[in-house]
């Protein structure tokens, strides 16, 4: 008898529960369905949880990224330096403002934007006008260290949590702070795309304790169009009177998202309790498997929330990087064989034609090592301990066919 074929497990997916279909439902029978009651709400509860003060929901990550550059002075001919260890969008959003990014190489054994990188790519061209640090995998970037590094160059940090809702890092008096709590940044982004740790289907939100930056934040949401009687410029006596002030974005967020967001939110906690479960069976399985594969290294004062799962092949003696990439390549096919689909994070962004069309392509040796040796395996709160047996079982499978070879 032919084996049942088992489903495919995808290397992350979103858990939607009965009270989450409901809570949306709810909102539909309401009276407001763009931005209204539910939004303050999950801006509110969103602000609880990760201890920042004010909280801005948009339509996207993307859409947080880009209102956040704009509030922060990025403006034609400003620089803006990221990791090259991203999704797209951290550079794009330096972009959209008509600035140009530059890209900072990371620690190929972290997939972190170093500080030391940062500081030298500032001092050895223009001074930035922002730094965006990426929480790469769930871990948090090294925000204290970037954070007085970006303020003796006189440059505002934006944070890029979309991956590390949830985690922790320690501060240089050794208290646990939380990431996108902007305890070392100017403002911290969030995205609640389906893949990430909750999803509202798209949606996202900047953070920030600066009332400034929150008050910029939430006109240039809704079109620079303000109603707030003590911020008019004109004093028009028509109760229908409204400004626009500066040209803004339509980037609201519905409240059928919100909604969503709202109910996820209250299973943070146990989506990355479960997370880093299925990282320490990981942890522990490889262990035996050192020589070959190696998970994402965690450094000290870091607790990851686990966006993502990345292991790196172990790189041969004299082995280049094709050889590297082609053995991921075919570790990638063999999991893909036995039902687990793996996914790449990142492509180095400076390595996308778009970006070296434009020129934005700096030399980064360590994303590019890091690239090519690295697979990012299934984890995701809704995974059952068989999955993660399987992926086990998958994953030993594929690495003896390289003893072999060795
Ligand atoms: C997902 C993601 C974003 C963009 O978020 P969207 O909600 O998809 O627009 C930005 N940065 C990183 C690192 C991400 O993973």
Redesign the pocket.
């Known amino acids: 008898m032919e084996p049942k074929p088992e489903k495919l497990i995808p290397y992350g997916r979103q858990l939607i529960e009965q009270d989450d279909v409901d809570a949306v439902v709810r909102v539909m029978n309401s009276d407001a369905l763009t931005q209204g009651p539910e939004v303050n709400a999950f801006e509110n509860e969103l602000a609880e949880t990760v201890g920042a003060r004010y909280v801005v929901c948009v339509s996207?990550?993307?859409?947080?990224?880009h209102l956040a550059c704009v509030v922060a002075g990025v403006r034609p001919g400003a620089m803006g330096i990221t990791s090259p260890i991203?999704?797209v969008?951290?550079a794009n959003a330096i972009r959209y403002a008509g600035g140009h990014p530059r890209f900072a190489d990371v620690d190929p054994t972290t997939g972190l934007v170093s500080e030391g990188a940062i500081r030298a790519l500032a001092l050895s061209s223009e001074r930035p006008q922002v730094i965006i640090p990426?929480d790469?995998a769930g871990t948090p970037a090294d925000l204290p260290r970037i954070g007085r590094t970006a303020e003796s160059l006189g440059a505002l940090v934006i944070e890029?949590a979309?991956?590390a809702l949830g985690a922790r890092y320690r501060a240089a008096d050794g208290h646990w702070v939380k990431a996108a709590s902007c305890t070392h940044s100017a403002m911290a982004?969030l995205?609640?795309?389906p893949?990430?740790h909750i999803t509202s289907g798209?949606?996202?939100a900047i953070t920030t304790n600066d009332r400034g930056l929150y008050e910029a934040l939430v006109r240039l949401r809704n079109h620079g169009v303000t109603k707030d009687p003590s911020r008019l410029r004109r004093h028009d006596p028509e109760p229908w009177y409204y400004e626009q002030q500066s040209l803004g974005w339509n980037y609201r967020m519905s409240d059928l998202h919100a909604a969503l967001g709202r109910s996820q939110l209250r299973k943070l906690s146990r989506f990355v309790e479960r997370r880093r479960q299925i990282a320490a069976t990981y942890d522990q399985a490889f262990r035996s498997l050192a020589g070959f594969i190696k998970p994402l290294v965690i450094p000290e004062g870091r607790e990851s929330a686990y966006?993502l799962y990345p292991v790196s092949l172990v790189r041969r003696p004299c082995e280049s990087l094709g050889e590297l990439s082609q053995r991921r390549r075919e570790l990638y096919m063999s999991l893909l064989e036995d039902g687990v689909q793996t996914q790449v994070h990142y492509i180095p962004v400076p390595r996308q034609p778009d970006f070296e069309r434009l020129g934005f392509c700096d030399a980064v040796p360590g994303a590019d090592a890091y690239y090519a040796g690295v697979l990012s395996l299934p984890i995701f709160p809704a995974m059952s301990d068989a999955d993660v047996s399987r992926v086990v079982a998958a994953v030993g499978r594929a690495t003896e066919s390289f003893m072999v070879a060795a």
């Open positions: 996207s990550g993307t859409a947080a990224l991203t999704f969008a951290s990426v790469f890029d979309a991956h982004i995205s609640f795309h893949v990430k798209e949606g996202g966006h």
